[in-house]
């Protein structure tokens, strides 16, 4: 259950979670529906290689391009290969996008809060 690269943090396709399959297949008399995975490898172009785990799929229908699990850029199936994207907007990183939501001025100022509510737990102070 990898979409992206977010994982549902603790859990394992098949395990016994959310309230107790266990309970549930002795309830209802039924078993889970086990479905067929498919693991797909993609590269992005800092050669990091990201597997998600897919249903059992046609070829066709398993996507081109993924997100890399790494560094976050679109990966392709093909390791070294650059993968075409229709997006126009270039990568970025998650500094980048905190750049765009804050002026310096702004930033200097959460930098400071941030260090001086640090310094205050560190000295046993409690500022709010």
């Known amino acids: 259950m ?7 943090k603790g859990t394992r396709i098949g395990t016994d979670s959310y309230g107790g399959m266990a309970g549930w297949q002795a309830e209802s008399g039924r078993s ?10 993609y590269w ?5 290689e990201t597997k998600p785990t ?4 046609h070829e066709d229908e398993i996507p081109e391009v993924w997100e890399c699990g790494s560094c976050g850029r679109a990966a392709g199936r093909l390791p070294g290969v650059e993968p075409l994207v229709d997006c126009i907007e270039p990568f970025k990183s998650h500094l980048q996008y905190a750049k765009e939501r804050r002026t310096d001025e ?10 001086c509510n640090l310094r205050a737990r560190r000295s046993g102070l409690r500022v709010t």
């Open 32 to 41: 889970p529906v086990v479905v067929d995975r498919t693991v797909v490898s």
């Open 54 to 57: 897919f249903a059992k799929l």
């Open 2 to 8: 990898v979409i992206a690269g977010n994982a549902f």
């Open 44 to 48: 992005c172009i800092e050669n990091h």
């Open 106 to 115: 702004e930033a200097a100022s959460v930098l400071e809060q941030a260090l």
